[in-house]
């Protein structure tokens, strides 16, 4: 797998653009790809999404694309990985590819010192437990599949401004905390959570 970083703090929707150009013209033996970006800051409204759940966006941009899921931010400080992925090559279904995303999430976070981070039932991303016994959210996911390809992909919160996600409501759960990675008390290098997650699916799909 190549793994590629795109550099600065990315256009979502000119990346949004390379990936479904990248998809559409690869071959049977086209390498796999994984791309680490940083956006800059923008909402993205899934394919299924419901501009209702859009409640304040300010000046922040707002892109209607084709992934699945609901209402999300983008923006400085956040960890996005783009897996490029052949599944028919690889031999897996969609369900299990999901579950190897947020698997790779989990991973990291345990890596930096978050050993509860965890799934939530009948809600794709990964969270984590508040002192209050919350979980807030701390990584989203939203993929999609053309021809059996995989783009788009997984956002872990790292360091960031968290307030653009009380305009919106996360995924489309009203009241859903979102956190990141500093607000639990881990102070990590964006490069270096990047290339931890990177590191487990370029394993996985070796």
């Not at 190897?100 to 039932?121: C, N």
Request: overall charge negative; aromatic content about 8%; hydrophobic content about 40%.
């Amino acid at each position: 797998m190549q793994i590629i970083r795109l550099p600065g703090l990315a256009e979502y929707e000119t990346t949004w653009q390379a990936m479904q150009e990248f998809t559409q013209t690869r071959q049977a033996d086209t390498p796999n790809q994984l791309w680490q970006v940083e956006h800059a800051a923008v909402y993205t409204l899934g394919q299924a999404g419901k501009p209702e759940h859009i409640l304040n966006p300010g000046d922040i941009p707002i892109v209607h694309c084709n992934r699945g899921g609901q209402v999300t931010y983008h923006g400085p400080g956040q960890v996005v990985l783009y897996p490029l992925i052949d599944l028919r090559r690889a031999g897996i279904f969609v369900k299990e590819y999901v579950h190897t995303l947020e698997e790779a999430i989990i991973q990291t976070l345990v890596h930096f010192g978050l050993p509860d981070a965890t799934r939530k039932e009948g809600a794709p991303g990964v969270y984590v437990p508040l002192p209050e016994g919350d979980l807030a959210k701390i990584a989203a996911l939203g993929v999609k599949v053309t021809n059996g390809c995989t783009y788009h992909g997984l956002a872990i919160n790292v360091a960031m401004d968290l307030a653009p996600f009380y305009g919106i409501n996360p995924c489309g759960y009203e009241g859903l905390r979102t956190v990141d990675m500093q607000t639990m008390g881990v102070q990590a290098d964006w490069q270096a959570v990047a290339d931890h997650s990177a590191a487990f699916l370029a394993q996985v799909f070796a």
